[in-house]
């Protein structure tokens, strides 16, 4: 089955403790990015990947780091997390034409106390 | 820059009656447009989009949606609404002269609740 799987679902956490959200596809796709979900905001981009050690910053990447080793992996990390990153996350993917929908993951619960 | 507006925050309806669901846009281009419902607990799930063509796109779930150049708007719609369909609605532009970011811009998003 086609999906884009994030873990965890859930965390809590304090300020200051270093944490990664994983994100892995198993279509083959070129184009990851993560989003952040706030209500009233909709979604907005932190960063994206076109390839493999292709990444570049999307509208909110401060205090937030990806990488991009393999195709299929594309993990967010929070160096050192505050309470301003509490938030709901989505990984997102697609082929790399502009025309292709984006896959979403079922998101990830982040709270920083 | 491109944007989306999604001007209402809550949309009720009769299950049985027509749904639809505003959408405005603002791009430098041609826009790349995108319709996605969210349920509880999920991701956003694809519900259709429209490229290129013929305006009314149709898509999952016996939704479409028209596109409309000269206001600017991409609206869903729905024939006869289910209670099923309420859910959390996402328009989304993408301007494909942008380069290789195949970045969304978002709207807020539309609460959809349809009553039995």
């Known amino acids: 089955e086609a999906q884009v799987t994030q873990n965890p679902r859930y965390l809590i956490t304090v300020t200051g403790k270093k944490l990664t959200v994983t994100c892995s596809q198993n279509?083959?796709?070129?184009?990851m990015s993560w989003y952040r979900q706030d209500p009233g905001l909709g979604l907005r981009q932190i960063y994206y990947?076109?390839?493999?050690?292709?990444?570049d910053k999307g509208d909110v990447p401060e205090g937030y780091k990806v990488s991009r080793k393999e195709k299929r992996n594309f993990p967010l990390i929070l160096e050192s997390p505050s309470p301003n990153q509490t938030s709901l996350y989505f990984c997102?993917?697609?082929?790399?034409?502009?025309?292709?929908?984006?896959?979403f993951g079922d998101g990830t619960r982040l709270s920083i106390l | 820059a491109q944007s989306v507006a999604q001007p209402e925050d809550q949309v009720n309806v009769a299950e049985g009656n027509p749904l639809t669901v505003k959408c405005t846009y603002s791009?430098?281009?041609?826009?790349?447009l995108f319709w996605y419902v969210q349920y509880p607990n999920r991701g956003l799930q694809f519900l259709l989009k429209?490229?290129?063509?013929?305006?009314l796109v149709k898509g999952s779930y016996g939704f479409e949606a028209e596109f409309n150049k000269s206001q600017t708007s991409f609206h869903l719609k729905k024939p006869s609404a289910l209670v099923s369909d309420s859910a959390l609605y996402f328009c989304?532009?993408?301007?494909?002269?942008?380069?290789?970011?195949?970045?969304?811009?978002f709207g807020k998003g539309n609460q959809v609740v349809v009553i039995p």
């Open positions: 997102a993917s697609s082929l790399s034409r502009a025309e292709q929908p984006q896959h």
């Open positions: 279509m083959n796709h070129e184009y």
């Open positions: 990947s076109m390839n493999v050690e292709v990444t």
């Open positions: 791009v430098s281009g041609n826009p790349y």
């Open positions: 429209y490229i290129t063509g013929d305006n």
């Open positions: 989304a532009v993408r301007d494909p002269n942008t380069g290789g970011n195949n970045r969304l811009a």
